[in-house]
Structure formats: C-alpha cells, structure tokens
C-alpha cells in the first residue's frame, strides 16, 4: 500500500486514557481506535496483524485434527439454563451480556461457547466411532468485564479462539490435551513471544487439568511463580510450596495472656516476643451462595501466611450442595457495614480464636447458623502456639490442636505461595516471581457441560456415557498486544517479523526526487510481487517525520531510496537493531526474502 492513499494518522503524545506502553503505542501507531469502554475499532494495520496471528493460531490447530466452524454469538438462554450458567452469568459475575428479542425471548451474547458446542454433540455424537472430535472457531467474544482496560488485552468485544472436544474417556481427552499444550506452544513460538506455561486454577471442579499460557511482561495482570530448574511454573492463584520452618514457641504450658491493643499478627507478636510461624491467626469471610443464603467462614492459618482466596473460593463452592446451592456468588472479608447484618453481639476482631462460638451470628432465614471452619494443612502441626481468647484483649499461648482446640473438620491447602518459598519437587529450589499476561488457557473438562446437558454417547457394549470433553482458548487480540508489550523502544513498536502487519517500508526522503521516486517504486512492485509485504511512503513530508512514523510503526525492514542510489544502493535499516547497511538495489529483494524467512522459522 501506498501511505499516501491510505487512512495512516498517527499521534505525537500519547494518549491520555492508555496506562500501559502496548496501548499507548497501538493508539499513537493508528492501528486501534477506542469505540467506547472496552471496545476499539481495528483499524487496518490492526486488522493486518490480528489476521497474521489468527493464521498462525489456525495452521496449528489444522495441523492436529481439529476442525474449524462458526457457531452463534447470539445464544438462546435456554441453553445457558441447562447448563446452570444463566443466573452467573447474566446476574451474579453478570459477565455475560443479555438481551429479549421481539418475541420475548431471552437471549445472550456468546461470552464463550461450551453450551452451544455441547447442544451440537448432543444432537449430532451418537456412537463412540464418531470421537474424537474437536470443533475450533476463531471469533468476536462479548463480556462485559468490570474494568476493561489497557486497550485490547481487557476488551468487552475481543477476538477469540475457541475450541471444544468430546471423548470417549479421560485418557483420549488427555491426549488430545496435550497435542493443544503442544500447539499451543507452536503458535507463541511462533508469534516471536516469549513465554511461560503454568499450572492454573480449575476452578471447584478441581483435577490437574489447566494450562495458561503466559507472555512474560510487567504489565501482566497475572503472578507466576516457578522455579529456575524450569520443573515447577503456576499461576499464584493455584500455586503450592513449602512454608517456611516454624521456630520452637517460647511457650511451654497453656495460659491466657492480657495482650492490650494487639489486633495485628505483628503487634502481638512483639508484645509476646514470639515468631509468627507460632501464632494461630482467624480470618473471618463471608460467602453468599446462588441462593441468597450467607455463610461465614472462619479460616484459620499460621500467622506468617495469607489466605488464597481462589483457594478457599473452590473448597467453598465445593460446599454448595450442603447449603443447597450450587455456586458463589460473593465472597469477602466482611467490614463493620457487612459484619452488621449478622452479628448477633460485637466480635472480638483481632482477638478470634480457631472456635469462635457459633452464638455470634445472629439468627435469620439468610444466613446459615454456624461457622464453615477451615484449618490451613501448615497450621496443623504448630505446637504450643498463640491465638486469640476470643475476648478483647486477650490471647493464649502454649495451645495445642485436640487439647485446647478441636481441629476443623476441614483441613485444606488454603495458603498463598510466594516468591522465596521452596518448591515441593525440590526443596532446595526457591520460588521466583514474574508478571505475566494470560493469552491461552487450555482446560480440561471432563464430563460437567455433557451431564448437565444431558450430552451422551453410546459405547462399545453399547451403553450411553456422558461425553468427556475438554476446550481451549486463545485470545487473538490480547496476543497481538502482547507482543507489543514485550516488544518496543522509545521510538515505538517493533513487531516480530512474524505478525507484523508488512514486512518492509520503502521511504523516499524527498518525493520531488524523480530518481528517489522511480527507484522506489521499481522496488515497490518487485518486492510485493516475491512476497514480501510492503508498504511505499510516498507522502509529501519531511524525511525525518517519515523516518519517525516508520519506527513508530514498527515495520521491521525499513529501505530508504536516498544518497546511495547515486551508487546503484538503498539504505536497509532493520527496526529491531537499528543496523543499517547499503544494498546493491538488484540485492534487495533475495537478501530482504532470505533475512524474512530467517525471522520467521521457529526456533525451537
Ligand atoms: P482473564 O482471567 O484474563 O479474564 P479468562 O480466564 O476469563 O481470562 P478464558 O475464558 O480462559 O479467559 O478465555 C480464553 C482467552 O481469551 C484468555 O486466555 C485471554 O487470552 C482471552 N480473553 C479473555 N478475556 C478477555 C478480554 N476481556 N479481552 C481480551 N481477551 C480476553
Ligand atoms: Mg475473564
């Protein structure tokens, strides 16, 4: 393309409303134009990238035997009702966005595709002869996020890849599992990012079955945390790790100790001149489940360690079915406002012991009469430790689990890892800590949409089982951020050669050049005609302004016709290095084509 004869504005400041150096270039660069909140226009250039990506994404799941298609992004609530999502969905994480069509029917725009992909298995997947069998489609998604942000990498219409597939058991389904790892893998590698897979939170349906992939950047939502032997890597979310040693607790008998004004871990332990790793400390939540009932909750855990919340959210929701629900749809430590509503005389906040009487909540048709109790698995062996007296002021020491206090009956992993703490496979391995941004995440299933569905196969023995079924996403738009997250200088982006949305840009310095401008445009054809993707500046300004806009933009070959071509030369400067050498112009198009498909070929 000519930039004389296309939409090409760019912007000397950086916008106002952009945080993070991937959104500030996108908008200053032209290739996104924010629409309202959430929601951009990909402008050309945009486009050219996201199309890049979307082909590499599709090569590799082509390669496996998955299958592309279309589905809905209008999806019947019906659907969403089967699968008990509607209500989450639409009200409680209200992610999904809804609407009643001229019939009075409800309807939603596809937030994700798992019940209109299992209503097809449903109907179309009779036999275990017709599996495996995976279905992918690259589309627009639609949620309406409660911060979007940060451009295209937290949009509220963004372009997704989706996939879904069906099995006849786990082991297939882990197969297939592992051939998306392994595509996954391809397609970053591929896209020139630099990346970490790690273990993710499953959610309450638990099992070992999740991987996110991470693009490693600063302004990743996301922690990581892994090890440096390259054998531990998860989200901190579902992260594990071994705590610190306790230290021996000073206290030998039990006793109740007038502590004033000791609320925090840290004051207390000052006061009683002990470690942290020997208190008890009570941390008190409160869940609300679909259901409207309330719940607390009072976790209790070293005192040297943090609740998950992600954690104690999926043991939570595990919990439903006993409060007969079946999802959360709140979960917080509840302040003075909150605490209120269901205390039934003033807590002794900073001073709760692990069996905080069940009298404090006060009684109502709301909230559940007693306390969900939760003992961290490092907080069971503590001897002799601190904790609260259950009265103000006050604590005890030298207690133990089953003398003084009865141990919880649920006893789970509910800590948070961090960075520092040694890994599990190898103790001598410390966990190291990085940001990353979620791009894919591959997930595996099993039979929860097909038996809430209803989603069934006929086996060898000719019985009906549920389908098991696993589904793997990327996000194409907030991959082709990414990559300029992870790639740019102060001049502006600089793609990999890969996605960029052309591989070269001829600059002629002064258009008034008649020689400038033949040469040039001799180049512009031949290069374009052997497949290297160019584009000609051949606007009416000042060299330096397209020098500047050709480094914003962040074309990685950038050929100037000027001087040399008294000697039969351009000037190639690659973006990425700044390297600039003069090339015989006859050269340009085998050394451009040879350094391309260089850039290009994966580096495993
Ligand atoms: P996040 O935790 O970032 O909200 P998610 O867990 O909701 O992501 P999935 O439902 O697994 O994401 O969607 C698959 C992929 O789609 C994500 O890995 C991410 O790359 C992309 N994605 C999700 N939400 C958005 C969004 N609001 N804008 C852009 N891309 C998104
Ligand atoms: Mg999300």
């Known amino acids: ?15 106002a409303d952009a945080e993070i150096p991937s959104h500030k270039l996108l908008l200053r660069a032209g290739y996104i134009r924010r629409i309202g909140s959430g929601i951009y226009a990909y402008l050309p250039l945009m486009w050219r990238v996201l199309q890049k990506v979307s082909q590499i994404v599709r090569e590799e799941m082509n390669a496996t035997d998955a299958q592309e298609c279309l589905l809905p992004q209008l999806q019947p609530a019906d659907l969403w009702k089967e699968s008990g999502r509607w209500d989450t969905y639409t009200k409680a994480e209200g992610i999904m966005f809804s609407l009643i069509d001229r019939r009075e029917q409800q309807l939603g725009l596809g937030p994700t595709h798992e019940e209109v992909i299992t209503a097809i298995a449903r109907d179309m997947i009779r036999s275990y002869r017709q599996l495996p069998i995976h279905l992918y489609q690259i589309q627009t998604k639609f949620r309406d996020e409660i911060r979007p ?34 595509a996954y893998s391809n397609m970053l590698k591929r896209s020139g990012l630099a990346f970490r897979a790690v273990e993710a939170d499953s959610g309450a349906i638990g099992g070992s079955g999740s991987t996110e992939f991470m693009v490693l950047a600063e302004a990743g939502e996301d922690e990581v945390l892994y090890t440096e032997d390259g054998k531990y890597a998860a989200n901190v979310e579902k992260a594990v790790s071994l705590p610190a040693d306790t230290e021996i607790s000073p206290f030998t008998t039990y006793e109740k100790r007038d502590t004033p004004g000791t609320e925090t871990i840290e004051t207390v332990c000052q006061f009683l001149k002990c470690s942290p790793t020997q208190v008890v400390k009570n ?80 009684s109502s048709k709301q909230v559940h009469p007693q306390f969900v109790r939760l003992l961290d698995q490092t907080a069971v062996d503590l001897k002799n430790f601190v904790t609260g007296a259950n009265e103000t002021g006050f604590h005890v020491v030298g207690a133990n689990w089953n003398e003084q206090f009865k141990i919880p009956n649920l006893v789970v992993d509910i800590r948070k890892a961090r960075p520092g703490d040694r890994a599990l496979h190898n103790p001598e391995q410390t966990l190291k800590s990085a940001r990353g941004i979620e791009v894919g995440h591959i997930f595996q299933l099993g039979t929860k949409y097909s038996v809430a569905m209803g989603a069934n196969y006929t086996n060898e023995q000719g019985e009906e089982k549920p389908l098991f079924m696993g589904c793997y996403g990327v996000g194409v738009s907030r991959l082709a951020q990414s990559a300029v997250e992870q790639s740019y200088d102060k001049d502006g982006i600089i793609w990999p050669v890969a996605i960029a949305p052309y591989h070269a840009i001829i600059t002629i310095p002064n258009i008034n050049d008649a020689q400038q401008v ?38 990685p070959y950038r050929i100037v016709t000027g001087r040399a071509i008294a000697n039969g030369k351009v000037e190639v400067v690659e973006r990425a290095t700044r390297k600039s050498q003069e090339i015989v112009i006859e050269d340009v198009v085998t050394t451009l084509k040879q350094w391309i498909m260089a850039a290009i070929e994966v580096k495993n």
């Not at 219409?157 to 082991?171: L, Q, R």
Request: no cysteine.
């Open 1 to 15: 393309m000519r930039l004389s004869q296309i939409l090409f504005v760019t912007l000397r400041d950086d916008p």
């Open 518 to 555: 033949e040469v040039a445009q001799k180049l512009y054809t031949e290069l374009n005609q052997a497949g290297i993707e160019t584009l000609l500046d051949d606007r009416d300004e000042r060299a330096g302004v397209k020098f500047k806009d050709a480094d914003l933009i962040g074309i």
């Open 149 to 182: 942000r940060f451009g295209l990498m937290r949009g509220r219409e963004f372009i997704m890849k989706d996939g879904y597939s069906f099995h006849v058991d786990e082991e297939s389904l882990k197969a297939t599992y592992q051939d998306m790892y392994q």
């Open 283 to 362: 941390v008190l939540y409160q869940t609300v489940y679909d259901n409207g009932i309330t719940v607390l909750v009072l976790v209790s855990l070293r005192g040297d360690q943090e609740v998950n919340e992600v954690k104690l959210q999926n043991e939570l929701t595990k919990l439903a079915p006993q409060y007969s629900a079946k999802t959360i749809i709140a979960l917080s430590v509840p302040n003075a406002e909150a605490q209120q509503t269901w205390t039934a005389k003033s807590l002794p906040l900073g001073y709760i012991a692990p069996d905080l009487g069940d009298e404090y909540i006060s």
